[in-house]
């Protein structure tokens, strides 16, 4: 089976109070079908935490797998969307993170027969999850109107932020200086680091964010018009975090569901090659490559926040009505703790 290298965004999941809930939005938003994952009953348990709860759903856009809906383990969890990156041994990587200056907030978890999982939090806090794949390889379509195509880091402190990811991952870290803005690529180990093989990228939260607002993780997924997203997310009970905008990548827009979670939609300017899907032979600079949404955030700043002060919860963020440039921050929503 084939597999994403390690390192490689493969997988994106959000953790909601009321799944069925979630399904109306984002089916209605981006015309998503969902499925049983299929994993045992052993697993199910471990999961969720009770016999015979639903662990997850999968969602698929043209009958292909791009994320999954989760119902809350328990109430203390944010509603948040995450980013899960591909681990070949996650107990392996698991040990460097902690070497590196982060810690993990849960240990892996095997996750019978789709994988194991595990959750990770950078030194500024930001919440990250692994995947060994076992049937699960992460996404079957990705950089295509419904699916993911993006994600960064907004950190307070890139000299600690961007040594970790870069020891952690071996990305490659590329520079950019647009509009005066402080954004760095990340391109996978062995590639020539720059935006034409990025496959993530960290900002710097400046003064416009609140101070208690945290490290957190954005994740963007492609639409086919973002004016006609936003304008379908408030319709489904949603919010329109930051007003559609123009960036030199595509048409942006912050969007938060109807329970919470915050995640970006991008339009791109030309369509994209075909999805960055994993092959047998694939090099990680091949499924950076087809992904022509590289660095969408350099001029987009979420008005979003997703992780708690405990670094092991995601927060929910402010909300902005700020429009054409990076959103300036309210005051974050209170979450559970």
């Not at 919440?127 to 950190?155: I, K």
């Not at 109807?258 to 047998?280: I, K, N, R, Y």
């Amino acid at each position: 089976m084939a597999v994403y290298a390690e390192g490689m965004p493969c997988w994106v999941d959000v953790t909601l109070d009321d799944v069925e809930a979630g399904k109306r939005f984002y089916g209605g938003l981006f015309g998503w079908t969902f499925a049983d994952p299929g994993i045992d009953d052993r697993a199910r348990t471990g999961w969720s935490g009770r016999a015979g709860r639903t662990a997850f759903v999968n969602a698929l856009s043209g009958g292909k797998k791009v994320a999954a809906l989760a119902p809350k383990r328990d109430g203390r969890m944010p509603t948040a969307w995450g980013i899960y990156f591909a681990a070949d041994d996650v107990t392996a990587l698991a040990a460097r993170i902690r070497e590196a200056g982060g810690q993990m907030v849960t240990d892996p978890l095997p996750v019978p027969p789709l994988g194991t999982t595990a959750a990770a939090a950078d030194p500024g806090g930001a919440v990250f999850g692994l995947w060994q794949a076992g049937s699960h390889a992460g996404f079957e379509v990705r950089d295509r109107p419904g699916s993911f195509c993006w994600t960064e880091v907004y950190a307070r402190d890139k000299t600690r932020t961007d040594p970790f990811y870069e020891t952690v991952f071996g990305f490659r870290g590329f520079d950019l200086d647009e509009a005066g803005e402080d954004f760095r690529t990340w391109s996978p180990a062995g590639a020539d680091p720059g935006p034409d093989t990025a496959i993530g990228g960290r900002s710097v939260m400046g003064n416009a964010f609140p101070a208690e607002m945290p490290d957190h993780f954005l994740v963007y997924f492609v639409v086919g018009d973002c004016d006609e997203a936003a304008a379908r997310a408030a319709e489904l009970g949603g919010r329109v975090q930051a007003e559609p905008f123009d960036t030199p990548h595509g048409r942006i827009a912050v969007l938060t569901d109807d329970q919470g979670a915050t995640f970006a939609v991008l339009a791109e300017l030309t369509a994209s090659a075909d999805a960055a899907v994993p092959t047998d032979a694939a090099a990680p600079a091949d499924e950076a490559s087809s992904a022509d949404a590289s660095e969408p955030a350099a001029q987009a700043e979420p008005a979003d926040a997703a992780d708690s002060n405990d670094s092991s919860e995601r927060a929910d963020v402010a909300e902005s009505d700020e429009t054409g440039e990076r959103p300036t921050p309210d005051e974050p929503r209170e979450t559970a703790t």
